[in-house]
């Protein structure tokens, strides 16, 4: 009977073996399932910091890139002067998900920042709108455009002529203003070009820059280009900041470079 028990007692301390490897097992698992290594900062970490949805029209069904190498991508891309486009799928980032980003870090300053670039970005796409060429920061709608040039600025109330965007050429109209000057003021005239403006990459036209971001349209062909350093959109669109000129202060920074270096690698 003895033998019997000791028999019994072998064959349950034998069955408990595998059933302590398999608990063991669906721990490793559960584990693995609650942590994840993010594709960019290479760090392990809890899932909950790939779980947001940002923007519901990314096409990705997965988060590969954790909340805060989000955020630092915004924070160095917020300005730059076109749609910040997500980094693991290649869809434009609205606003609402560039909020969520910056709000998930309390960062209201960025965002308030962002919201600003943002309107002033909207507003020098109307025809009708100007910049106060006085530098008061301000800028009004004038309706019907270059039917009314001369335009009083609603915050320092000096004058600015909308068609040149310089301020408004006392005693000219804009026709005598663009008519060829004589003897000095030939000179004068070409040094103040000079030195207030520059050529549209494109058609040569001299354009004035006011107010606002580096983002410049050419009024009269439409080219878009950067003022600092005359590089073209459409290649800044295409290819990121790296097309700007490498002496351009848009052109990445060194920390900046290695952060989206290991972003481009994986794709």
């Known amino acids: 009977m003895l033998e019997n028990l000791l028999n019994k007692t072998d064959i349950t301390s034998q069955d408990s073996i595998p059933c302590t490897i398999e608990s063991l097992q669906i721990s490793t698992e559960n ?30 069904t997965d988060r590969t890139i954790c909340d805060n190498c989000m955020y630092k991508y915004v924070h160095n891309n917020w300005n730059i002067g076109y749609d910040i486009y997500c980094p693991e799928c290649s869809i434009p980032l609205s606003h ?13 300053s960025l965002y308030e920042r962002y919201t600003k670039f943002e309107l002033d970005r909207v507003l020098e796409q109307n025809p009708e709108f100007v910049w106060c060429a006085h530098g008061c920061g301000s800028g009004q709608l004038n309706e019907g455009a270059t039917m009314n040039n001369t335009i009083q600025c609603v915050n320092c109330h000096k004058l600015t002529c909308f068609t040149h965007k310089c301020p408004w050429h006392d005693g000219m109209t804009c026709d005598e203003y663009d008519m060829p000057r004589t003897n000095g003021e030939v000179h004068a005239s070409q040094r103040w070009i000079n030195v207030h403006t520059k050529e549209c990459p494109k058609c040569h036209s001299h354009i004035e820059k006011n ?29 990121g900041a790296y097309s700007h000129n490498r002496q351009c202060k848009h052109y990445p920074t060194t920390d900046t470079r290695n952060f989206f270096k290991r972003i481009i690698d994986l794709f």
Request: aromatic fraction near 12%; glycine fraction near 2%.
């Open 96 to 108: 609402m998900a560039i909020k969520l980003i910056l709000f998930n870090y309390a960062d209201t």
């Open 211 to 239: 107010e606002g971001c580096d983002h410049m349209t050419c009024f009269k062909c439409k080219h878009e280009f950067c003022w600092e350093c005359l590089a073209s959109y459409s290649g800044i669109k295409r290819h």
């Open 31 to 60: 584990r693995t399932k609650l942590e994840q290594v993010c594709a960019v900062c290479m760090e392990l970490m809890s899932s909950e910091n790939f779980q947001t949805c940002y923007n519901s029209n990314c096409t990705h």
